[in-house]
């Protein structure tokens, strides 16, 4: 007996220790945001954003105020981003750190309210239909289960919803834990306690943005002095449930290397829904008495419930096309706000120099070039490899509008990838040329735009022999191009020939465009030229 009187004082030394109640405390809502996105680095160049799954991410930093007691204490921060991958969340500016860091796994919602209310009393309320009388009466929630909710009244236990009734139920406080927003929190330790400005930073998934162009060709302009204005927005796509009011929004550019799977890591609290179904009327060999009339659930006999309201990233989408819609009027328009480029490492960064709402599921759109008269010309294109020898009948030439990305053509800022819509002003105002997809330019790199298939312009390759350049890798095969331009001036025009690392050639300067080898030559107006070469394969 002594013994076991010597042991209790010890563990009631240990126990208060190991078991230490800490005391709950909720951060203040955000006093700044900045919201940093990345682009999904599966995602290829010229390839849509998916506005119903997006698979980029961002870095989000919130600075709240917390006052702690002294000792240990549970800060909570409520609504943050529902994609959030709590294992990167770092918390700054506690004088104790962090102890241990939790993500709620439950949202507020139905199922989650009732089963945490669970032998407590709520308020149900019955209406008659015949009168509109309520009558409100005190009840305890006694069992929750797929299908069923059964409450104990004066009158003995009942399942909700099964009277033929309408009923509500009402509930005096939410249980302890519950949340409409998502919710991260920290354990720290703080000797003295006190007021502190601190900073949350964490990566979230469901984000993705991208660049879209809008390049107005000059009118009258000339083939070697092509002129036209180039405006340039990012777009940016926030799929989580929580806005991010007055963020500083900052978007980088280029590709990175992620080996996480933020899909997996973010694991997003669930909101349960709470279904409650009762026995049916009739009997199974007449069926339901009431008409189906096309649809299930609701009072007998009503009619259909409305059709649904768009998704509101469908709605997003449409305002997305009227955004880019008013990119063309948009020197008729003030100034907006221009995103400024800066040096992150070899990435580029974009930041807004203003305020932005981030919205929940929503698209922001924000300017981040505005160049006016830039400078570049007109190309025309043609494949002659050898495999075209056979060619009947003359072809469409291609187009290319061609600038360098550089201060003397009216550029010089990185271009990151995305779409690009081209418009010709003429008598008849500005019509559409052409819509492509832009890779990402570096400052200083030759940019070149598709602008489709000419009308004027033709080529027609073959061998002067008619024989297959391909059929005999020892011997010279002559080929030949004719080149006919119908416009009254002159066109520059370049023939792409092959790879040298199939075929080899002569009676040709050594030109070569994007790995290949080339010609450059201008056809008169009105007027046809031929080119000859030789050509043969690279034994193997």
Known sequence: MRLAL????????????????????????????????????????????????????????????????????????EGVAEGMVAVSAIVTGLPGGTIEKNRNAELLSPAALVDGTLGNRVRITRTNPATGEEVAESAIVRTRADGGLVLQTGEGFEAVRCSGLPERLTFDQLPQGLSAQPVFSIDTRDASGGTYAITLSYLAWGFDWEASYVATLHEGGQADDMRFDLTSWLTILNDNGQSFPGAELMAVAGTLNVESDFESLSDPPVAAPLRLTCYPFGSTAAGSPYPDNGFSGGYPGSPPPPAPPPAPMAQAMEERIMVTGSMLRMADMAAPVMAGEEQLGDLKLYRVPVPVDVNAQGLKQVAFLRQEGVRGSLMYEANCEPWNWQQDAPLQAGMRLETVNDDDHGLGMAMPSGTISVFERGPAGELLVTEDTLRDYAEGQDVDLYLGESAQVFSRCSTQDRSDPMADGARWTQMQATLTNANPRPVRMRLFLGYPAQFQYRGLRDQRHNGQRIVEVTVPGNGTREVTWQVRRVDE
């Open 6 to 77: 010597a042991i209790l004082p010890l563990l009631a030394l240990a126990v208060p220790a190991a078991a230490q109640q800490r005391t709950t405390v909720d951060a203040s809502q955000p006093t700044s945001l900045a919201v940093t996105v990345y682009r999904d680095p599966d995602r290829s160049s010229g390839q849509d954003m998916n506005p119903d799954w997006p698979r980029g991410f961002a870095m989000i930093s919130e600075t709240r105020t917390v006052t702690l007691p002294p000792g240990e204490s549970r800060i909570r921060f």
